[in-house]
C-alpha cells in the first residue's frame, strides 16, 4: 500500500494562500455514516497536485492532434480538444456564478508555444496543419489558434529570446488552491459537507448486503453508500488494480519574483518533444511568476521524475536552474527580468509534486468496474485543469442516479460535450493495461530523455553549470549550431 509522504516540500500555492481551511476539520470526530464518501490525498486540505501544480489552465488546442488523431481519427481528436476548449467558459461562469473570479485569480487571454528549435516548430506547425486539413480553417477551434512564424514577431509577443515561431490559443490562469479551497467554504456553508483533513484512509470494502461500504482510516471508520475516489497518483493504494494503471511521475516548479505585470500571456518554451518549460505571472499583489518544466536540466536526471513520488524532496539543482532562466530566456533589458525566487527555497520558493502518469494517457473517470458504489476521478498525468470539471460534470450524476436522488444538472454542468471514451473507466480498458510493465515504461523514459540530453539545448553552460559538469562548448557555438 502506498501513502504520500507526510511532509511534501512546501508549495508557493499553499504557504502564500494562508487558507483557513488548509488543516480544517468539521467535527472532532468522524460521522458515522454518509451518502457519498469523496476520498482525497490524506494531508491538509488540497495539499496534492491541484496545490502543487502549474497553474495554467490550458487545453491542448492543437498541439496533441497528430497524436490523437493516428489513434483515434480525426472525430476522436476532435472530441478530446472540444472536451478541453469547454472548460474555459466552464471556468468563466462557475467563477462568475459564486462571485470568486478575482479571489481565485482567474484570467483569459492568449497562450503560446513558443518553437525554440527548427524540430520543435515542425511538430508544432504539423499538429496545427493537420488538424486544418482535416476539419478546415471554418472549424471554431482552427479558427482560434494562429500563427507566428516571423521570429522577430515570435520572441516581441511570447518575450522568449531566441523564439523562432509561436502558436497562439485562448487559455486561462488561476490559483488552484485558492479554487478549491473558495469552492470548499461555500459548500461548507450550506452545511451538507463534513470536511476532514489528515485523515488517510486504509481500506475500503465491498458494498454489503445493506447497500453500504465500510471505509477505514486511521481516525476511526465510516459507513458509505457510495465512494468517490479522488486519489489520483496513490489510486492504487485502495485499489490495486490501478497499480500499473497511475504511474508516479514527480516534476519540480518554481515561483519567481517578477516586476508587475511583466509577463503578458501564459505560455511554454518547446526544444522538442520531451523538453519544455512553461510560465505564468500572478496578478497583483503576487506579482509572481510561476514556472515549471525545467527539462533542459531533468533530461539529465530521469530516475529523479519517472517513477518517483519522493515529493518531501528537492531535485538538485532544479531551484539553481529556475532562478536564472529570466537573465537567460526572457527578452527585456536586465534590469527588469525576472530575478531570484519568491520565497526561500524551501519555504515556498521551489517544490516538489506528483503529477502522475497514466497507462494509456489517459485519466480514469467513472464507475469503478466490479465495485458497486464505487467511483473514480484520478490519473489526469499533469493536464487536470483543462479536464477536471468536465470530469466532475460526468461523474456527479452517475452518484446521485446510483443513489436513487432527483436532481437537476447546472447548466454548467449541462454545457460540457460528452466524456470522451479514451477518459472512460471501463472494464475492458482496467483488464487491457494489466499488462503494463512499469520497467519497460521506465526504460523508455530513460532513453527519451538520453536522446534529448544529447542535443545542444540541454548542454549550454547554464545547464551545465547546474549539473556541476564543465561545459563542453560555449552557448554561443551551440547557437550558431541550431540556426
Known amino acids: 500500500m502506498v501513502l504520500p509522504t507526510a511532509n511534501p516540500t512546501k508549495s508557493y500555492w499553499i504557504e502564500a494562500a494562508k487558507s483557513p481551511l488548509r488543516n480544517f476539520r468539521s467535527s472532532e470526530a468522524l460521522p458515522e455514516e454518509t451518502d457519498v464518501a469523496i476520498i482525497g490525498e490524506a494531508r491538509d486540505i488540497c495539499g496534492g497536485a491541484t496545490g502543487r501544480n502549474g497553474g495554467q489552465l490550458r487545453p491542448h488546442a492543437y498541439s496533441r492532434y497528430a497524436k490523437w488523431s493516428k489513434r483515434f481519427g480525426p472525430h476522436g481528436a476532435m472530441e478530446l480538444i472540444e472536451h478541453e476548449m469547454a472548460h474555459l467558459p466552464a471556468f468563466k461562469n462557475l467563477t462568475e456564478e459564486e462571485n470568486i473570479a478575482e479571489e481565485v485569480c482567474l484570467k483569459f487571454g492568449e497562450t503560446f508555444d513558443a518553437a525554440m528549435t527548427d524540430e520543435a516548430w515542425t511538430r508544432l506547425k504539423g499538429a496545427l496543419d493537420d488538424m486544418r486539413r482535416d476539419h478546415g480553417d471554418d472549424h471554431e477551434i482552427v479558427k482560434v489558434c494562429r500563427v507566428i512564424e516571423d521570429a522577430r514577431d515570435a520572441e516581441e509577443f511570447t518575450q522568449m529570446k531566441g523564439a523562432l515561431a509561436a502558436v497562439v490559443h485562448p487559455a486561462g490562469q ?9 469552492l470548499l467554504r461555500i459548500v461548507l456553508q450550506k452545511g451538507n459537507l463534513n470536511l476532514q483533513a489528515h485523515t488517510p484512509v486504509m481500506d475500503v470494502s465491498a458494498r454489503d448486503a445493506d447497500g453500504w461500504i465500510t471505509v477505514k482510516t486511521e481516525r476511526g471508520t465510516i459507513r458509505a453508500k457510495t465512494v468517490v475516489h479522488t486519489t489520483n497518483r496513490w489510486a492504487s493504494h485502495l485499489l490495486p488494480e490501478f497499480s500499473k494503471l497511475i504511474l508516479p511521475d514527480r516534476g519540480a516548479i518554481a515561483a519567481i519574483k517578477a516586476p508587475p505585470g511583466f509577463i503578458k500571456h501564459t505560455g511554454a518554451q518547446h526544444w522538442d518533444s520531451m523538453v519544455n518549460n512553461y510560465h505564468l505571472q500572478l496578478p497583483p499583489p503576487y506579482n509572481t511568476i510561476i514556472i515549471g518544466g525545467a527539462r533542459q536540466l531533468l533530461v539529465h536526471k530521469p530516475g529523479d521524475c519517472f517513477p518517483n513520488d519522493k515529493e518531501d524532496q528537492q531535485i538538485a539543482g532544479a531551484a539553481a536552474f529556475y532562478e536564472s532562466w529570466g537573465a537567460s530566456d526572457v527578452a527585456g533589458s536586465p534590469d527588469e527580468v525576472p530575478a531570484g ?19 494509456d494517457a489517459f485519466p480514469f473517470v467513472g464507475t469503478v468496474p466490479q465495485r458497486p458504489g464505487h467511483f473514480i476521478a484520478a490519473g489526469f498525468a499533469g493536464h487536470g485543469m483543462p479536464r477536471v470539471l468536465g470530469s466532475a460534470a460526468h461523474i456527479t450524476p452517475l452518484v446521485l442516479e446510483s443513489l436513487g436522488f432527483e436532481y437537476s444538472q447546472p447548466l454548467i454542468a449541462a454545457s460540457f460535450p460528452p466524456l470522451p471514451q479514451p477518459f472512460r473507466t471501463t472494464a475492458e480498458r482496467i483488464e487491457r493495461l494489466q499488462d503494463t510493465s512499469l520497467s519497460a515504461l521506465a526504460e523508455e523514459y530513460k532513453q527519451r530523455c538520453g536522446e534529448s540530453a544529447q542535443k545542444p539545448f540541454c548542454n549550454t553552460a547554464r545547464v551545465m553549470t547546474v549539473l556541476g559538469i564543465p561545459p563542453s562548448w560555449d552557448d554561443g557555438q551551440q547557437v550558431m549550431a541550431q540556426l
Do not use: D
Open 174 to 182: 488561476i490559483w488552484p488552491y485558492k479554487l478549491v479551497h473558495a
Open 341 to 359: 525566487l519568491s520565497k526561500e527555497v524551501n519555504e515556498g520558493g521551489c517544490w516538489t509534486g506528483m503529477q502522475t502518469e497514466s497507462a
